[in-house]
């Protein structure tokens, strides 16, 4: 995986992932910095890192709910493999991961968009 992938549609309400993306990186290193790993700080980090960027997707204001994920790893050159998958709304949903690294550690940050839908325009056929 090499910078950002994203999963989404080019509607109007389509997940923007190079905004998304910028957030991301913004958030990372708004936390981490210039700092070397930490083992001792790896879980004050993520929780940071998701917060922020979680809050600052909200503040947009746009309909949608979020999944935002976080990984950090020290580099010692052994391999991390992620996998994701889902079921949704390709026209309306969205996602995009973020690779940010630094000389000691991997940053893995992922962001999920799901498109809001009110109950009242729902109708299930059971």
Do not use: P
Not at 4 to 28: A, G
Not at 111 to 119: F, I
Request: glycine content about 8%.
């Amino acid at each position: 995986m090499t910078g950002m992938e994203e999963y989404n549609s080019s509607s109007e309400s389509s997940f923007n992932s190079e905004e998304v993306d910028t957030i991301v990186k913004e958030c990372i290193e708004g936390v981490v910095g210039v700092d070397d790993y930490s083992q001792g700080q790896v879980n004050k980090w993520t929780a940071s890192i998701v917060e922020r960027c979680l809050t600052l997707l909200v503040k947009q204001g746009k309909a949608y709910k979020y999944i935002v994920t976080c990984s950090v790893m020290q580099k010692t050159g052994a391999g991390l493999h992620t996998a994701n998958s889902c079921y949704w709304d390709t026209a309306m949903d969205g996602s995009c991961t973020v690779r940010w690294e630094n000389r000691t550690m991997y940053c893995v940050q992922g962001a999920t968009k799901c498109h809001r839908v009110h109950a009242a325009s729902l109708q299930l056929d059971l």
